[in-house]
Every structure is written in structure tokens, then in C-alpha cells.
């Protein structure tokens, strides 16, 4: 399977938006676009998780630590740790979850 992820990748104000790109019985992947200034509020995953940050800034909450989110990074978390997350500019990033 191949996937250009710019083709994916765009921003409405306000707004997040996303798309599945991959999902099996074992493993999702979702591509999400938050537009700058756009927030998750805290919550769990009910599965482990990696999100890695594509394009943009912000700040993930993890555990109540705060990470910078830039290009590149990565974050693991286990399943039902507490999370949240912040655009500060516009921020495209990839969910994994798996089984």
C-alpha cells in the first residue's frame, strides 16, 4: 500500500480535521490537520498509541508532562494514559493505534 501524505494534508480554521488512512483489526492510522490554535481537551486511548508529529508546533500532554511538538517527533503512549494536545501553529500528525 502507498500513501502520499501531502495529498492529505490541509487546514479550515477552527477546525480539525481528519482521515483514516489505514484501519485493520490490529492497527489504525489517522491522519489529523489542526488548524493553529485548535485543542484536544484531555482523554484516554482504550489502545496503545504513537503519534508522530508531520508538520507544525504545539504542545502534547502526557501524563501531565508537556512535549514540544515539531517535526519528527514521536510519542508513545500506553493505553488509557491521559492526554491532550494544542496547535500553536498548524499541526498535521499521525495516529497509530494498534491492537
Do not use: W
Amino acid at each position: 500500500m502507498h500513501k502520499e501524505l501531502n495529498q492529505f494534508i490541509h487546514y479550515n480554521d477552527g477546525a480539525i480535521l481528519s482521515k483514516v488512512l489505514i484501519k485493520t483489526d490490529k492497527k489504525d492510522v489517522t491522519l489529523f490537520c489542526m488548524a493553529k490554535g485548535t485543542e484536544l481537551t484531555e482523554h484516554t486511548s482504550s489502545r496503545e498509541a504513537m503519534v508522530h508529529v508531520i508538520e507544525g508546533a504545539g504542545t502534547f500532554i502526557l501524563a501531565g508532562k508537556k512535549i514540544a511538538m515539531k517535526p519528527g517527533v514521536i510519542i508513545f503512549m500506553d493505553k488509557n494514559e491521559k492526554h491532550a494536545l494544542k496547535a500553536e501553529k498548524n499541526l498535521a500528525l499521525l495516529l497509530i493505534l494498534v491492537a
